[in-house]
């Protein structure tokens, strides 16, 4: 499992993102508070507060994912 740190800055940023965790195999989640919502669901990012970075937690992580994010991570490493 890995958690990192994204800000999805546009709503083409929400929809490429989108589009990148149904890539991921498994489980993605979006925490904002005390909300979390499936990051692969159109919905459920749009309703969260995206004014502000957000944790992202893959469950089945694999190094490789790390460049389909690179677009969005505050910590860049």
Do not use: Q
């Not at 499992?1 to 800055?9: D, E, H, Q």
């Not at 309703?47 to 992202?56: A, D, G, T």
Request: hydrophobic share 40%.
């Amino acid at each position: 499992m890995k958690i990192l740190t994204v800000y999805l800055r546009t709503l083409d940023d929400v929809w490429e993102f989108i589009e990148h965790m149904n890539e991921i195999e498994g489980e993605t989640t979006l925490f904002c508070g005390r909300y979390s919502v499936n990051a692969k669901s159109v919905v459920g990012v749009l309703s969260l507060n995206l004014r502000e970075p957000v944790k992202l937690e893959i469950k089945n992580w694999k190094e490789e994912y790390r460049s389909l994010l690179e677009k969005y991570l505050i910590e860049r490493r």
